[in-house]
């Protein structure tokens, strides 16, 4: 029991890390394309950034952890942990692979969902459907609609002021923004490894109520930062890019946006949301005040694909997963 409960947490730690690389894109993609920081001074920032984050508060990982399924027990509990890490971690790599912006939360929330029915195990479907469906559907719509009303505000308040400085201030007000940014994927997404990692020590017995440890938040946070840092080059591209070329002054409205919405879900609503869906919809928000055809909506489309197929997908791997641990195991 306590040699597969260590091979979770290490499972859990290289979730964290692949999560970090996978989305550190989106906190610093916007501030590369538009110049106002190198790839590799943004990708620093954003560990540093990540970290702090990830210390503040474990409100998201209670919900993750308490909220989703039933806490299981034993060593078919464990598997199902296991399982569920493998689910997430496959359609993170997959994704990665194909320049994908999908959500590492929702794979995540997946691979639980798939390996409790594979394990015939209860899930928490109110809920997934309070936690994960309605604020999967309502944070990108905000961050949309967010996007395109502080990008109005900023051009007509800057609509006097010259270009050339307007440009130069924008560039250093992005380097706050993306900061804000990796703080807010810090507070959401590190969160939702320490959540596995206390879910799995109370499947095992180790922790009596769903209290996350503080060497769980530490060991969590430096792994999602040292991710951040290794950086993820290929979906930087596509949200830098693809979607939209972004001037400094979009790409401050865009930051600026995304990242208050991911810090007022993980503080005030304590749920689990996808830092990949709100900084997307943030960055075609701010690109729709230009015009709607300035947005390559074929883009975007191919990532709304990968969002809606990410929950599944996740959840059919982590219960093949849980079989074949089960079946070895016993």
């Not at 979770?8 to 501030?31: E, K, Q, R």
């Amino acid at each position: 029991m306590l040699l597969a409960l260590i091979g979770i947490i290490v499972v859990a730690l290289a979730f964290d890390y692949t999560n970090g690389f996978h989305d550190a894109a989106n906190a610093i993609a916007v501030a590369v394309s538009t110049k106002a920081l190198t790839p590799r001074a943004a990708l620093a920032l954003a560990a540093v950034a990540n970290l702090v984050g990830a210390l503040i508060s474990t409100e998201v990982a209670k919900t993750v952890g308490a909220g989703i399924i039933d806490a299981p027990s034993g060593s078919t509990g464990l598997q199902l942990v296991f399982a569920a890490l493998v689910g997430a971690i496959a359609w993170n790599l997959v994704t990665w692979y194909f320049g994908l912006p999908s959500s590492s939360s929702h794979a995540l929330i997946g691979g639980l969902v798939g390996a409790a029915l594979a394990a015939a195990h209860s899930v928490q479907w109110l809920g997934i459907l309070d936690k994960v469906v309605i604020p999967m559907v309502v944070s990108p719509l905000v961050g949309f609609g967010l996007g395109y009303l502080f990008m109005l505000a900023v051009l007509w308040s800057f609509r006097r002021a010259n270009a050339h400085k307007a440009h130069r201030g924008f560039r250093h007000a992005q380097i706050v923004s993306s900061a804000a940014m990796a703080l807010g994927h810090g507070m959401q997404d590190a969160q939702k490894t320490m959540g596995i990692i206390t879910l799995a020590l109370v499947t095992s017995g180790h922790l009596d109520g769903f209290d996350v440890p503080l060497w769980v938040v530490l060991a969590s946070a430096l792994a999602i930062s040292a991710g951040t840092y290794a950086g993820g080059f290929r979906i930087m591209r596509t949200l830098g890019r693809r979607i939209i070329q972004l001037t400094p002054a979009g790409g401050f409205a865009a930051q600026t946006v995304a990242s208050g919405v991911m810090i007022a879900t993980a503080t005030v609503f304590a749920v689990p949301v996808s830092t990949t869906h709100i900084t997307t919809t943030s960055i075609m928000g701010v690109g729709a005040t230009r015009r709607l055809s300035a947005v390559r909506w074929g883009v975007a489309g191919n990532i709304v694909v990968a969002w809606v197929v990410t929950l599944p997908a996740a959840g059919l791997v982590a219960a093949a997963a849980f079989v074949v641990t089960h079946a070895l195991v016993g």
